[in-house]
């Protein structure tokens, strides 16, 4: 399973649930070729939400239930990182900064909120909730 995406300086890397998976693409790239894997354009995706949701900054990305990327910073920002959140199991809250950890044990620190980052997990679950109830009409 992916844990989060960073970008690299020759691409990025894809630190998953047991390796490292290094990609000559950056992690918005890697992002929309999943999207394009599970039938549907990163693009039209945020045209979706923009429009039902009214957000267009930092839109998390709900693939499947084995995929849900939250962007930490800016999309096209070099320091991004799309953190899977279905990889999660804990999150510690620090002065300024967040302690994620993963399934894999493995930890990552962001300077970001905790209410930022649960900002963006609650846009997460109301697309997830909007797409799941979409295909079960």
């Known amino acids: 399973m992916i844990e989060y995406i960073v ?9 998953q ?5 290094q990609s000559n693409k950056t992690n918005l ?3 929309k070729k999943l999207c ?3 039938l549907f354009t990163y693009d039209g995706y945020l ?7 009214g957000k267009s900054y930092l839109i998390p990305v709900y693939i499947n239930e084995e995929q849900m990327f939250i962007p930490i910073k800016r999309t096209r920002d070099y320091e991004n990182i ?12 620090y002065h ?11 930890i990552l620190n962001i300077n970001i ?6 900002k963006q997990i609650k846009y997460l679950e109301a697309i997830r909730n909007a797409k799941v109830k979409h295909f079960h009409f």
């Open 7 to 15: 970008n690299h300086r020759n691409g990025s890397l894809i630190y």
């Open 29 to 31: 790239s890697v992002i």
């Open 113 to 118: 909120s905790l209410k930022s980052l649960q």
């Open 47 to 53: 045209k979706a939400v923009q429009n039902k949701f």
């Open 96 to 106: 300024d900064y967040v302690k994620i950890i993963f399934e894999s044990k493995r």
């Open 82 to 93: 799309w953190i899977n959140y279905a990889a999660l199991i804990d999150v510690v809250s």
């Open 36 to 38: 394009l894997s599970a």
């Open 17 to 21: 649930s047991d390796a490292i998976q």
